[in-house]
């Protein structure tokens, strides 16, 4: 892992020489492609089979120091979140800062469950309360219904975390005012981001403090801003990268709808100028922003181009740790 940021073509092709660690594992297992099935409906039936399986998995892993429940959380008059909640079975006296985990699976398959093992860590670490809430899956309803469902949960949280909800879907220590973060893998860290410009333009209070963005998609394949096309280079150099290669994910944007027109299909809306009223409040562009990349992700160089343009352009705080050689949720 490394900290510094590769900025010269030759830096940021290094991050995409396949780890000699991993290469020996891949290749141990044959080689199995990067392209994820294209028959997504088949793909999400597969998936959605294998959760009572990894339900009672994950129920016998739990430590007993921790309690994890579900919840509906309405979102509009056809749908709920079903959410889970994972803090301390018995929760101290001390606020406890609250992490909405949103699930990856290209915006077309996945499950709150996909992310319990990190809220564990980070309830364990951190003492954290973590909301793991569903959304409802493209292609049936593409962009921008993830986003919205996300930011409708956001919403209903810290409006339960300002009525002091003891009790109810909160303990009565979760408190957004110590930490209010909102982000995870792949297709989470997309729909995260576009939250947190909602949340921003929305004037969320109280407001989100940061965000975590993993192997986040921050523009349509290959359109990124002409200052930095010389920079935008793994789409075509990890075409065929294990895991997750370019095919795979050109094929599931199209299913995702991304296109469509709408001021949050740039999901690096950074030449908007925020709003006034934001401003005057006192809020920055967005939250401190910490991103983790995978050297041999197709997306890889949009997690670099978006970060720097928070940092320099915005003066966003970032931070960032790159795996090179690693591919796509390693």
């Not at 590769?6 to 297992?29: H, N, R, S, Y």
């Not at 709808?257 to 009223?277: A, E, I």
């Not at 990349?293 to 949009?302: H, T």
């Amino acid at each position: 892992m490394d900290t510094s940021s590769p900025w010269t073509v030759e830096q940021i092709l290094a991050t995409g020489i396949m780890d000699p660690e991993f290469e020996a594992a891949w290749k141990a297992k044959g080689s199995p492609p990067g392209h994820i099935p294209s028959d997504i409906p088949t793909f999400q039936r597969t998936v959605q089979a294998t959760l009572p399986t990894a339900q009672q998995m994950l129920a016998a892993s739990r430590p007993p120091s921790i309690v994890e429940r579900e919840h509906d959380i309405p979102v509009d008059d056809t749908f709920s979140s079903r959410t889970i909640v994972c803090q301390h079975a018995t929760p101290s006296t001390a606020p406890s800062p609250v992490v909405i985990l949103v699930h990856g699976g290209g915006h077309c398959v996945g499950n709150p469950e996909m992310e319990l093992t990190t809220a564990r860590e980070l309830v364990l670490a951190h003492d954290a309360v973590c909301i793991l809430p569903s959304y409802r899956l493209a292609p049936e309803y593409p962009f921008p219904t993830d986003v919205n469902d996300i930011f409708a949960v956001v919403k209903y949280i810290a409006r339960k975390a300002a009525e002091k909800d003891g009790g109810g879907i909160l303990p009565a220590n979760a408190d957004p005012k110590t930490g209010f973060v909102i982000g995870d893998v792949s297709a989470g860290a997309a729909i995260s981001n576009k939250v947190a410009q909602l949340a921003r333009d929305l004037s969320l209070e109280p407001p989100l403090t940061g965000l975590f963005l993993a192997c986040g998609i921050s523009f349509e394949p290959g359109n990124v801003p002409n200052r930095y096309k010389e920079f935008y280079l793994s789409l075509e150099q990890n075409k065929s990268a294990p895991i997750f290669d370019t095919p795979s994910l050109i094929e599931y944007m199209r299913a995702y709808k991304g296109n469509t027109p709408s001021p949050l299909s740039s999901p690096s809306s950074v030449s908007q100028q925020p709003r006034s009223d934001a401003a005057a409040a006192g809020r920055g562009f967005l939250p401190p922003v910490y991103f983790q990349v995978a050297g041999l992700d197709p997306a890889r160089d949009d997690n670099f181009i978006y970060e720097r343009m928070l940092r320099e352009e915005w003066g966003v705080p970032t931070r960032m740790d790159v795996h090179r050689g690693l591919p796509r949720g390693f």
